[in-house]
């Protein structure tokens, strides 16, 4: 019995030491919970702001290199084409105005092709059902005459058999 007490007060002991423990940890993270948080929140807008830095960067290097060396490889204008929009908005620079315009346009213009290209498969499927309805009763004629045609000589030939056996 007193074995059973001892064990039953250390565990309430014990029990009591792990709550504390528990319940100072639990204060612990929520206190530095928010820093976290924000740390996590500042490093991700600091990553960000570098992306668009880096952005900004390339942009002016290849627009200067374009300017100053005539380098006109295609690959290069089309990242171009491709920074200009995702730059910050730069209305002084008459070939930042130019990019952004060309790529719009080129946006609409890709646009227009994908519908008409649409409108031309959708009127070449009508065409070919249509094609296929109207030319169907002409072929079922054509079928029940040859049909006809067939069981006529049919009928002739077996007359001729039943003449000839008389």
């Known amino acids: 019995m007193a074995a059973l007490l001892r064990h ?44 668009q830095q880096k952005k900004e960067e390339l942009y002016d290097v290849i627009s200067m290199a374009q300017q100053s060396f005539w380098t006109s490889s295609s690959s290069n204008k089309r990242l171009l084409e491709h920074l200009a929009v995702q730059v910050n908005p730069r209305p002084e620079d008459p070939k930042w105005r130019r990019l952004c315009f060309s790529r719009r346009a080129k946006a609409v213009l890709d646009t227009v092709g994908y519908v008409a290209a649409t409108g031309v498969v ?15 009763p002409k072929d079922r004629d054509a079928a029940r005459a040859m049909i006809r045609e067939e069981m006529r000589e049919a009928r002739e030939a077996k007359t001729r058999s039943g003449l000839k056996e008389h």
């Open 122 to 136: 959708a009127s070449v499927a009508v065409n070919v059902v249509v094609y296929f309805i109207k030319s169907y």
């Open 8 to 51: 039953g007060a250390a565990r309430r002991l014990g029990g009591s030491m792990v709550q504390r423990a528990q319940a100072a940890f639990a204060e612990e993270r929520r206190r530095l919970g928010p820093r976290l948080i924000h740390t996590e929140e500042q490093a991700q807008e600091e990553i960000t702001r570098k992306i």
